[in-house]
């Protein structure tokens, strides 16, 4: 299974961008899907999850509000709506995906998935 993340692109603050993660050759596993972002000189960190066997959904704090992770299966896709941009969203954003179950509380840790996208950019300007 492979992941392709797109949707990304130049946005002023304010704007809204709809990512997609999508998987190749069959479904996603039973267990969480989420989005990771990187800026520039900084660390990975975690943006949003959807556990694909409860569909429970889980945020960043910095995040909460205006981004919201939904997913289809029927297209083995999942989103990652995002209102409200502020440039300091700016980053490459991953999607990430575990075959299997996980707890909840490890769901927002890079080290926890085993399939990672090749990320897409996001430039919000000011």
């Known amino acids: 299974v492979q992941l392709q993340a797109s949707g990304g692109g130049l946005v002023q603050a304010g704007g809204s961008l709809r990512l997609s993660c999508a998987a190749s050759e069959r479904t996603f596993g039973s267990g969480p899907v989420a989005w990771f972002r990187q800026a520039p000189e900084k660390e990975r960190e975690f943006v949003a999850r959807i556990d694909m066997w409860t569909g429970g959904t889980g945020y960043a704090d910095s995040v909460k509000r205006r981004f919201t992770i939904s997913r289809d299966n029927a297209k083995n896709t999942v989103y990652l709506q995002m209102n409200s941009l502020k440039p300091e969203d700016t980053a490459v954003y991953y999607c990430?995906?575990?075959?299997?179950?996980?707890?909840?509380?490890?769901?927002?840790?890079?080290?926890?998935?085993?399939?990672w996208g090749l990320g897409t950019q996001v430039t919000v300007s000011s």
């Open positions: 990430a995906a575990r075959r299997g179950r996980i707890i909840t509380s490890y769901q927002h840790r890079a080290e926890a998935y085993d399939l």
